[in-house]
């Protein structure tokens, strides 16, 4: 298999009527480093998947960031842009792509050693962001997020060649066992689930408010949750969540009065820039798959790098 420029396709998925299971050929991490995360820490994350880490940022620096993304999600001017997805209630804005263009805090924060550090030493090499988000999921009306692989869509419909790719979630609110938290599969990453269906054109304008192509079929989902449990990624505003980009999540509906606005930023490893999307289409927009490959830099802390 390969893409329309013939680069090999490791990972073919969306091209047969059965989703498969298929190995990941690809390391989980991309050094030996021991900082800033420990051999014991990165041999969990090599296992699982997966690190948390309470409060790494403190209720003060949250605060600034939630009154931020408030600003932001208020103001009647930007809701018309294209980088504010709504949910298919057309009411609540579900995510709001780019955040790190739209807020100069929220840049300075996915440059902030304190996430950016982990993510070099993983990946192995600079980084840029592929892609940023808040998800607000809003209290009463946030709406799911169905169980997927980020990175089966960013190789299908972004052209990401290789697993050498970090999700890290920044909780901007309690994060409760009962508002719709993160959900993760442990172990889920190290398998690369190849899904059924064809990718419809300009299939983001559906799959960001609700994801059908791209999700593993039922059998194999429960064979995986079977194996590998299900982990929750609850905990207080500032607490963090690195993910690998292939390991399969979720979350819930919150039908809580309580939000639980998250978030996320992608980083990518310089050396896994995007090549043509293996689905065949044409590339996604920029806002959600960025094709600027520019590293980021460091900062010491966002709040005194902020304008
Ligand atoms: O398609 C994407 O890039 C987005 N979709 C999901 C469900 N997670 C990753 C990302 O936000
Ligand atoms: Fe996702």
Same mark, same amino acid.
């Given at each position: 298999m390969t893409n329309n420029k013939s680069e090999l396709d490791f990972y073919?998925?969306?091209?047969?009527?059965?989703?498969?299971?298929?190995?990941?050929?690809?390391?989980?991490?991309?050094?030996?480093?021991?900082?800033?995360?420990?051999?014991?820490?990165?041999?969990?994350?090599?296992?699982?998947?997966y690190l948390i880490f309470e409060s790494l940022f403190s209720l003060e620096?949250?605060?600034?960031?939630?009154?931020?993304?408030?600003?932001?999600?208020?103001?009647?001017?930007?809701?018309?842009?294209?980088?504010?997805?709504?949910?298919?209630?057309?009411?609540?804005?579900?995510?709001?792509?780019?955040?790190?263009?739209?807020?100069?805090?929220?840049?300075?924060?996915?440059?902030?050693?304190r996430i950016s550090d982990v993510a070099r030493q993983l990946l192995g090499?600079?980084?840029?962001?592929?892609?940023?988000?808040?998800? @607000?999921?809003?209290?009463?009306? =946030?709406?799911?997020?169905?169980?997927?692989?980020?990175?089966?869509?960013?190789?299908?419909?972004?052209?990401?060649?290789?697993?050498?790719?970090?999700?890290?979630?920044?909780?901007?609110?309690?994060?409760?066992?009962?508002?719709?938290? @993160?959900?993760?599969?442990? =172990?889920?990453?190290?398998?690369?689930?190849?899904?059924?269906?064809?990718?419809?054109?300009?299939?983001?304008?559906?799959?960001?408010?609700?994801?059908?192509?791209?999700?593993?079929?039922?059998?194999?989902?429960?064979?995986?949750?079977?194996?590998?449990?299900?982990?929750?990624?609850?905990?207080?505003?500032?607490?963090?969540?690195?993910?690998?980009?292939?390991?399969?999540?979720?979350?819930? =509906?919150?039908?809580?009065?309580?939000?639980?606005?998250?978030?996320?930023?992608?980083?990518?490893?310089?050396?896994?820039? @995007?090549?043509?999307?293996?689905?065949?289409?044409?590339?996604?927009?920029?806002?959600?798959?960025?094709?600027?490959?520019?590293?980021?830099?460091?900062?010491?802390?966002? @709040?005194?790098?902020?304008?």
């Open positions: 073919p998925t969306r091209v047969d009527s059965e989703s498969k299971i298929l190995p990941r050929t690809d390391p989980v991490i991309y050094s030996d480093s021991v900082s800033p995360l420990s051999k014991e820490q990165t041999s969990f994350f090599e296992e699982n998947g620096e949250v605060k600034k960031l939630f009154e931020e993304l408030a600003a932001i999600s208020l103001d009647e001017s930007k809701k018309t842009m294209p980088q504010f997805i709504l949910e298919e209630t057309e009411k609540d804005v579900r995510s709001i792509f780019e955040i790190h263009k739209i807020s100069n805090m929220f840049d300075m924060l996915c440059q902030d050693k090499s600079d980084i840029y962001i592929h892609q940023s988000r808040v998800n @607000l999921k809003p209290g009463f009306d =946030g709406k799911e997020f169905y169980w997927h692989s980020d990175f089966e869509t960013w190789h299908s419909e972004d052209g990401m060649p290789n697993m050498r790719a970090i999700s890290c979630s920044i909780g901007l609110t309690q994060n409760y066992e009962f508002n719709g938290p @993160l959900m993760v599969i442990p =172990g889920s990453h190290k398998k690369f689930v190849s899904c059924s269906g064809k990718t419809p054109s300009d299939h983001y304008k559906q799959s960001l408010k609700r994801q059908e192509i791209g999700t593993p079929d039922k059998q194999i989902l429960e064979r995986m949750a079977l194996d590998g449990n299900i982990v929750s990624a609850k905990g207080d505003p500032g607490t963090v969540i690195f993910f690998d980009c292939n390991i399969m999540h979720g979350s819930n =509906g919150n039908i809580t009065p309580y939000p639980r606005s998250n978030a996320f930023f992608v980083f990518n490893s310089v050396h896994n820039q @995007l090549v043509e999307p293996f689905c065949g289409l044409k590339p996604r927009p920029d806002y959600i798959a960025s094709r600027d490959f520019t590293p980021i830099g460091s900062v010491d802390n966002f @709040l005194t790098n902020s304008d």
